[in-house]
């Protein structure tokens, strides 16, 4: 199994950028059905969703348009529990149907303050897509309307996702070994 170093640490390939194509092309084709008609207004949350989000935008075929938030609650390999907002949201969402784009579900507290901010500013509808899940990490009940692939309890990085700033560039995802 290939196997990388990213600063103190040892990560092993676990899921080939074949993998998440496939899955990228499952969620586009949910969602080509059901949005078709909602002129959504997509959100990419940034930073770790910003190659999931391109890559999906390019199998979607409704209209639609994209937005970008910032919002930090990793250091290292863990989650701090606190979502910091970095960048905010510019648009109007009242009476918009909004999805967001999440790189990962763990433990819920991102997509859920996301969800309760976007929710006092009257949206018709908030959907989410995630292309990962960690359903054993996730402690807040949120509802995912488009999941690309469950995966274990483990620390990950590639294909947007870092360790401490590094390994977003890397095509397919691997995970840490202890
Ligand atoms: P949550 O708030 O715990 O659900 O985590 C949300 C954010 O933490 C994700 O959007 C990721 O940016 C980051 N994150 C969660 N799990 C991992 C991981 O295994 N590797 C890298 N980043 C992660
Ligand atoms: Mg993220």
């Known amino acids: 199994m290939k196997r990388i170093q990213l600063l103190d640490k040892q990560f092993a390939l676990s899921i080939p950028a074949s993998d998440i194509k496939k899955a990228l092309w499952e969620m586009a084709e949910k969602m080509n059905k059901e949005l078709k008609d909602q002129n959504p207004l997509m959100i990419c949350i940034l930073n770790g969703s910003f190659m999931f989000s391109a890559d999906l935008m390019k199998l979607i075929d409704f209209p639609c348009e994209i937005s970008f938030v910032k919002l930090a609650s990793y250091?290292?390999?863990?989650?701090?529990g606190k979502v910091k907002q970095l960048i905010g949201l510019n648009e109007e969402i009242e009476g918009r149907t909004v999805v967001l784009l999440e790189d990962i579900v763990d433990t819920g507290?991102?997509?859920?303050n996301l969800m309760?901010?976007?929710?006092?500013?009257?949206?018709k509808d908030v959907k989410v897509a995630t292309l990962l899940f960690k359903p054993e990490a996730c402690k807040k009940n949120v509802?995912?309307?488009y999941v690309g692939l469950e995966i274990p309890n483990d620390f990950i990085v590639g294909y947007g996702l870092d360790y401490d700033g590094y390994g977003r560039n890397l095509p397919d995802i691997y995970t840490v070994i202890d």
């Open 109 to 112: 507290v991102t997509i859920e």
């Open 75 to 80: 250091e290292g390999m863990g989650s701090t």
């Open 143 to 145: 509802k995912l309307d």
């Open 116 to 123: 309760n901010q976007l929710d006092s500013q009257k949206p």
